[in-house]
């Protein structure tokens, strides 16, 4: 079979063999009896620190690592999280948590009193040290306000906080040892958004004049250009197209290598983005997937499945892929969907999950050696693991429709539930916990549904269209902080 990798190196036309799993379509049925619940709990307390990813960072990350599994650094929870203490300053609209240190990272401007940046002990919950005045900048006091933090070297904290007067967003480098605005950034590529991948910051632009879009590196202090990639497309003039996607996905990363799904220069149209391996020493292309499967034909145009974003699980990029069944008529939804393994160096396919009669999938996250996705086929929801060595469904187990995946860590991974009362008012969220390798399920748990906020348009929903940060994030000690509307809290 001809290769639809095409490899960026100085060895050109190599071919390989798509692997096409032969997953039954009956997995096993998660064993939750007390005897099987024991086993695959004494397998997991010996999981005492854990590593998911080769992600060198020492704070944490919105979705856990730099391989966006939703997969975190820490042990797996083992029973249902108890609150170990919760504030309430009087916030308003409190900006999703970031831990670092000794320290938990949040705050709001959408008050009078407390207002500003508020740096907490996480072992107390007491407020440390309070950065009020940057809320008297740019318009903020009284605004919801838009912000996002990243790792610096030395013990530092870069705050991303857009101004609501219309100009420039500030990049305020925070002290965690004075818990003061030690300098201020100043972004070289104006108004680009950025990412972090350890040393190496991302920025995407446009070059409308010369007609591409650009992904730059640039160094930790931002005023430097590492680096330039100039082989992707603009973004597309009619977003109204129902088959409209950004340029770029969000990016996945570890050892070295840049993962993201963009729309390249050289693809005949009607383009969809395809998976990318992008050096970040030096911002070269190393590999990119070509292999998309058509998903629907209309008229002389024939779109293909769109790669969007990737995640790394097991030391593997994975993707998901529409269209396996054949293509479908405009306005269809395609169905044949199925996860696609490559090799992180080669780009080459390891396997592709096979589809089922149906079947869609609707979110997925790392479980140790299994992916686990949210599935629907007809009205029914389901989660199912695959073995991330060879794509084999092994086990596949109901859920409720109020119900989906949230994150995992350790070996472990987590549903939420939202649970309603007789006129659809959501009252609290059920938790459950589950074992990765073989679905067994771990422990249930009940918590006010201001703590733990779950719907499809949830930020743990790699499909989501809505984007955003979550509210709460898992400690590498297995503690879970977060957010309400009004305060913050630790739970373990």
């Known amino acids: 079979m001809k290769c639809f990798i095409e490899r960026i190196s100085p060895i050109k036309g190599f071919s390989l063999l798509i692997l096409l799993a032969a997953n039954p379509v009956q997995a096993q049925v998660p064993d939750d009896s007390p005897r099987a619940r024991e086993a695959a709990m004494a397998r997991l307390r010996k999981v005492t620190t854990y590593t998911p990813c080769n992600d060198a960072s020492n704070m944490t990350r919105a979705f856990g690592t730099t391989c966006n599994s939703r997969e975190f650094a820490a042990p797996p929870i083992l029973d249902a999280p108890k609150v170990q203490w919760e504030i309430n300053p009087g916030w308003w609209s409190v900006w999703a948590p970031f831990l670092a240190g000794n320290y938990m990272l ?42 996002q933090f990243f790792e610096l070297p030395s013990n530092e904290v870069l705050m991303w906080y857009a101004r609501e007067d219309g100009g420039p967003a500030d990049y305020y480098v925070i002290s965690l040892k004075t818990g003061k605005i030690v300098r201020s950034l100043k972004l070289i590529k104006s108004g680009a958004p950025i990412r972090n991948y350890g040393n190496v910051f991302t920025a995407v632009t446009q070059s409308t004049r010369n007609g591409y879009s650009i992904l730059s590196g640039l160094n930790t202090s931002l005023d430097q250009v590492l680096w330039e990639n100039t082989g992707f497309m603009l973004a597309m003039p009619d977003k109204l197209d129902p088959h409209y996607q950004p340029t770029f996905s969000a990016g996945a990363a570890e050892g070295g290598v840049l993962f993201l799904s963009a729309r390249s220069k050289d693809q005949s149209d009607p383009p969809t983005r395809q998976l990318h391996a992008i050096d970040l020493k030096d911002g070269k292309t190393l590999w990119r997937h070509t292999d998309q499967p058509i998903t629907e034909k209309s008229g002389n145009n024939a779109y293909r499945s769109d790669d969007g974003l990737p995640i790394i699980v097991n030391h593997k990029v994975i993707i998901k892929v529409k269209g396996l069944d054949g293509a479908t008529v405009p306005n269809s939804e395609p169905y044949g969907q199925a996860l696609r393994a490559f090799d992180e160096k080669t780009g080459k396919i390891l396997w592709t999950t096979k589809p089922q009669p149906m079947q869609q999938i609707i979110n997925r996250i790392g479980a140790g050696t299994i992916v686990v996705a949210e599935v629907v086929t007809g009205k029914e929801k389901e989660i199912w693991g695959y073995n991330t060595t060879d794509g084999k469904l092994v086990w596949k187990r109901r859920i409720s429709a109020n119900a989906g995946l949230l994150c995992g860590s350790g070996g472990a991974f987590y549903v939420g539930e939202r649970i309603v009362d007789e006129s659809n008012k959501w009252k609290d969220t059920r938790l459950q916990g589950f074992d990765g390798e073989t679905g067994t399920l771990l422990w249930t748990g009940s918590l006010p549904e201001r703590f733990f906020q779950y719907d499809v348009n949830s930020p743990w929903n790699i499909e989501s269209k809505t984007g955003g940060l979550p509210v709460w994030t898992i400690d590498k000690d297995g503690a879970i902080y977060g957010v309400t509307l009004k305060g913050a809290y630790k739970l373990k």
């Open 106 to 147: 949040t705050g709001s401007c959408n008050n009078e009193t407390n207002a500003g940046l508020s740096i907490i002990d996480k072992s107390s919950g007491k407020i440390v040290w309070r950065i009020s005045d940057i809320c008297a900048t740019g318009n903020r006091r009284g605004s919801m306000g838009s912000i």
